[in-house]
């Protein structure tokens, strides 16, 4: 069955014609365990829904809303299927950090066996901090500064993902100043126009990320590389972009890919021992969503690679994936407290909730589409076409852009997105001085906070007068 990216092309805000939306589901109080992490549930007794045993009517109570929560047992039990899927190969799997870090996500990645990239100075500080091992983190990013790279080489980290000519030159120099050679990977652009939101594709040639493989660019690249004493080349990077189903994108980047490698060979004597395909892979924010296993995901990626290698005469080198939303995504929910409602006749319900576009921002970015629930109580009431808005001023502030909520919603009801654990709380803003959330951890029926609320005295601390 062929499977489709998630749906994110540009939509009007206008209300569609009678027929277009999906029947409302046949019991709004059920929860999709697809969308859903693993120890999220409704109780029976009350009503209200629960996650690792935890109420969220006292999570709420307790950490105040908006606030992410995040699941730990879910997290590690995506972590260690991603693990498992690719340890019986010669493989490594790095948590795409920019999806979501802390220093608690990283001390949990290192004890479940992953390692992690990152994307700034910043990602690196918390990943150190945290005690990730340097040779276990890779640095992307398409303007490092020669700060960044200095502070990559004196870190020791595994791999620099290099994404231009000028940071070629800056990387091996900042390591001939340090005495010592820096692994690297160079991003190739293989132009394969990846199903997804414009914004989120980053294969195609029109865009700002590595080196053109149709340009001859990647093959300059290499060849200026292997001149330089400062870097070690050891592999040829490619990301296709995010929130993709179909692997048939990550086939061609793969032949490609392998086919660069091919004449590296034919024109060096060089035959590189590893290659990255990035990350990418989709998540289900709503229960139209259909993503893949890690286990099938894997098989596929590596059968590509072998086949390829195969017909290029290669040995086959050390493959490299990048989850990131597909492992912390499904892990949290944002829950928020209902403050107005506003029904509008003939046309839709707005509920608005105290949160917004400042603690999602994805839904106004890339027209993303979200499920959403009344997780305070439990209702039997008819189901009313809604859109969850927040409190910022701006009409597309939209969490939710259609949803069916019980019609006897009412303020102060809790109401929970789920699959909010990607880039929700790492693209937050302090836009109208909003306050960013708590992320807060649960498991086994306890809770605790890993990146705490901000106060207005952060926001002062800041503002200097």
């Given at each position: 069955m062929s499977r489709s990216a998630h749906p994110a092309g540009p939509r009007h805000g206008d209300v569609l014609p009678e027929g277009h939306y999906a029947a409302p589901p046949a019991d709004l109080n059920l929860l999709d365990p697809k969308v859903w992490s693993q120890t999220v549930a409704r109780d029976e007794a009350t009503g209200a829904v629960t996650v690792a045993g935890l109420d969220v009517r006292a999570l709420a109570q307790q950490f105040g809303t908006p606030a992410y929560i995040l699941d730990e047992d879910d997290f590690r039990a995506r972590c260690r299927a991603w693990q498992q899927a690719f340890s019986h190969l010669d493989a490594d799997v790095y948590y795409a950090g920019k999806a979501f870090l802390s220093r608690a996500i990283v001390r949990w990645l290192h004890e479940e066996g992953l390692n992690v990239d990152v994307c700034s100075g910043g990602e690196l500080t918390v990943a150190l901090s945290a005690g990730m091992p340097p040779e276990r983190i890779a640095f992307h990013g398409n303007n490092k500064t020669v700060a960044e790279l200095e502070y990559a080489v004196k870190s020791g980290?595994?791999?620099?993902?290099?994404?231009?000519?000028?940071?070629?030159?800056?990387?091996?120099?900042?390591?001939?100043?340090?005495?010592?050679?820096?692994?690297?990977?160079?991003?190739?652009?293989?132009?394969?126009?990846?199903?997804?939101?414009?914004?989120?594709?980053?294969?195609?040639?029109?865009?700002?990320?590595?080196?053109?493989?149709?340009?001859?660019?990647?093959?300059?690249?290499?060849?200026?590389?292997?001149?330089?004493?400062?870097?070690?080349?050891?592999?040829?990077?490619?990301?296709?972009?995010?929130?993709?189903?179909?692997?048939?994108?990550?086939?061609?980047?793969?032949?490609?890919?392998?086919?660069?490698?091919?004449?590296?060979?034919?024109?060096?004597?060089?035959?590189?021992?590893?290659?990255?395909?990035?990350?990418?892979?989709?998540?289900?924010?709503?229960?139209?969503?259909?993503?893949?296993?890690?286990?099938?995901?894997?098989?596929?990626?590596?059968?590509?690679?072998?086949?390829?290698?195969?017909?290029?005469?290669?040995?086959?080198?050390?493959?490299?994936?990048?989850?990131?939303?597909?492992?912390?995504?499904?892990?949290?929910?944002?829950?928020?407290?209902?403050?107005?409602?506003?029904?509008?006749?003939?046309?839709?319900?707005?509920?608005?909730?105290?949160?917004?576009?400042?603690?999602?921002?994805?839904?106004?970015?890339?027209?993303?589409?979200?499920?959403?629930?009344?997780?305070?109580?439990?209702?039997?009431?008819?189901?009313?076409?809604?859109?969850?808005?927040?409190?910022?001023?701006?009409?597309?502030?939209?969490?939710?852009?259609?949803?069916?909520l019980p019609a006897d919603l009412a303020p102060g009801d809790l109401l929970a997105v789920p699959a909010t654990g990607a880039y929700c709380r790492s693209m937050a803003s302090n836009y109208n001085h909003a306050l960013k959330p708590p992320v807060v951890a649960v498991r086994d029926g306890q809770a605790r906070v890993i990146v705490r609320r901000e106060t207005e005295e952060d926001l002062l601390r800041l503002d200097v007068g």
């Open positions: 980290l595994g791999h620099v993902v290099v994404d231009s000519f000028e940071e070629l030159v800056r990387l091996a120099w900042a390591a001939d100043q340090q005495g010592t050679r820096q692994k690297i990977l160079l991003r190739v652009t293989v132009g394969v126009e990846a199903h997804t939101h414009e914004f989120i594709a980053t294969a195609h040639e029109d865009q700002k990320f590595g080196f053109s493989l149709t340009g001859g660019q990647a093959a300059e690249a290499v060849r200026r590389a292997l001149t330089l004493d400062g870097v070690e080349l050891v592999g040829i990077h490619s990301h296709i972009g995010s929130q993709i189903f179909d692997m048939a994108g990550f086939e061609v980047a793969a032949r490609r890919v392998v086919g660069l490698l091919a004449e590296i060979k034919a024109e060096h004597g060089v035959e590189l021992p590893e290659i990255d395909l990035g990350g990418g892979l989709g998540i289900a924010y709503t229960s139209e969503d259909d993503p893949r296993e890690p286990q099938e995901i894997a098989a596929a990626l590596t059968e590509i690679v072998r086949r390829e290698c195969a017909a290029e005469g290669l040995s086959i080198p050390r493959l490299s994936v990048e989850p990131g939303r597909a492992i912390v995504g499904p892990t949290a929910f944002t829950l928020y407290e209902v403050g107005t409602i506003k029904p509008l006749d003939g046309l839709r319900t707005y509920v608005s909730v105290d949160g917004g576009m400042s603690d999602n921002i994805r839904t106004a970015l890339y027209d993303a589409e979200y499920s959403v629930a009344l997780v305070s109580r439990a209702s039997d009431a008819e189901p009313m076409l809604s859109r969850v808005v927040g409190k910022h001023c701006e009409s597309g502030d939209i969490v939710v852009r259609d949803a069916f």
